[in-house]
């Protein structure tokens, strides 16, 4: 499944096939075709006999509450989290599709995502409509929030930023004396009547003009300011100062200027987008298999999440840049690494080079994934009829490992697998 997000064929049974400018060995070998379609169309996520009827995800809700828990084993590591919505593609029928107008993926199923700046995912809930339980008197932006926020433990060493659709004044002073520092977009008609200039009157105003109130009681700031739009933002932690400079285009001189950008504007702009790049790298290679069950997107989706989420963690751990397709190819090799035997892989290879006239040598020095040389499991020494040479010491040798398919000597199995 992984594989198709980045080695896209145009019908999943042109994987196994045998045409030269179709076939994928690696698939030929880990399992046969029927065998993949048999697992795939009798896959369950949940025990049909226990179903909770009232819950319209009942099917994946197992699975689901297993990653989230999966997701913040190690804890809330980073300092600023973004709350947003995440849309799974889908086109077929169900009563928790959503059309959002405007957005890249405008149907589908709709997600409610706790995020790291940089797109780690720690929390995601689906979202049912109108059928889902709803807590009294709360709205759904609010009641989304707290339910995401639910996983965090120290909410003083975190801030919490979100769009218009969450943001209230209510809300601001529910996450203060739960100890939530938040920061939020919000609409004209939700900011609790704090005095700031109109709209109108600030559409007229040139660029980087910003009117600001504090509400010293409850500890609340609002500020409106003056770009392309006019932009309303409220925070109980954060206010204006520093006073940022920001670059915009001026039409009239024809060249960028520097405007002022009240620091709630900035950290705001500068920590939001989590969510938007954990989506951005499930969309560059996400999963081409489709199958008839309506949860199939939002169980492939959440593969694709998981992957994401792995890869994130790679490079904020080992403090590298490893692009998104090295991570995944190296994860495909290590999951479809087969374990044949020297002699039934030749075999295969001689029967291959005798139907379509193209042969295949052994692997090249940096086909082994580390790890597979690594894992400790089912590597064995066997002896070749071929002396080659081996891949520690580089003098000749005849044994070789069956699993990493690579020439060593007995006194060099050892130190290469341990490397």
């Given at each position: ?325 090295d991570f995944r190819s190296e994860l495909v090799l290590c999951l479809l690494k087969v374990e044949t035997s020297l002699k039934d892989n030749d075999e ?72």
């Amino acid at each position: 499944m992984i594989l198709t997000g980045y080695h896209s064929l145009p019908k999943i049974e042109n994987y196994w096939s045998k045409d030269e400018d179709k076939e994928v060995i690696l698939v030929r070998k880990t399992m046969s075709r029927n065998k993949f379609k048999n697992i795939k169309q009798n896959l369950h996520l949940s025990d049909n006999k226990n179903l909770d009827l009232t819950d319209k995800f009942a099917k994946v809700r197992p699975f689901f509450n297993i990653l989230n828990e999966k997701f913040s084993q190690f804890g809330i590591f980073s300092h600023n989290l973004s709350i947003d919505e995440e849309m799974v593609p889908y086109f077929g029928r169900h009563s928790c599709k959503m059309f959002i107008k405007g957005k890249p993926v405008r149907f589908g199923f709709k997600l409610w995502c706790l995020t790291f700046e940089n797109g780690y995912l720690y929390k995601f809930l689906p979202y049912g409509g109108a059928s889902t339980k709803r807590v009294d008197g709360l709205p759904l932006g609010s009641e989304v929030v707290l339910g995401l926020l639910e996983i965090v433990d120290q909410p003083q060493l975190h801030r919490i930023f979100f769009d218009n659709f969450f943001t209230s004044y209510k809300l601001l002073l529910m996450l203060k004396e739960k100890h939530f520092f938040a920061t939020g977009t919000v609409r004209d008609n939700r900011t609790g009547n704090c005095n700031l200039k109109s709209m109108k009157l600030m559409a007229k105003e040139p660029k980087g003009t910003f009117d600001f109130t504090f509400d010293s009681e409850n500890g609340i700031g609002a500020v409106r300011w003056c770009d392309n739009a006019v932009v309303t933002m409220m925070s109980n932690v954060d206010t204006i100062e520093p006073i940022h400079a920001a670059k915009r285009y001026d039409r009239k001189l024809k060249k960028p200027i520097s405007v002022q950008q009240p620091s709630m504007i900035y950290n705001y702009n500068k920590n939001m987008g989590g969510v938007d790049l954990h989506d951005n790298g499930i969309a560059n290679y996400r999963i081409k298999i489709r199958g008839k069950k309506w949860w199939w997107p939002l169980f492939s989706n959440a593969v694709d999440s998981t992957i994401v989420n792995a890869w994130k963690f790679y490079n904020l751990v080992n403090k590298k840049k490893v692009p998104q397709l090295d991570f995944r190819s190296e994860l495909v090799l290590c999951l479809l690494k087969v374990e044949t035997s020297l002699k039934d892989n030749d075999e295969d290879e001689s029967q291959h080079s005798t139907t379509s006239n193209v042969s295949f040598g052994r692997p090249s020095k940096n086909s082994l994934p580390d790890a597979i040389r690594k894992d400790g499991m089912d590597h064995i020494i066997i002896k070749d009829d071929v002396r080659r040479r081996c891949r520690h010491c580089s003098s000749q040798t005849i044994y070789s490992c069956r699993k990493c398919l690579v020439s060593l000597h007995p006194h060099c199995f050892a130190i290469f697998h341990d490397k």
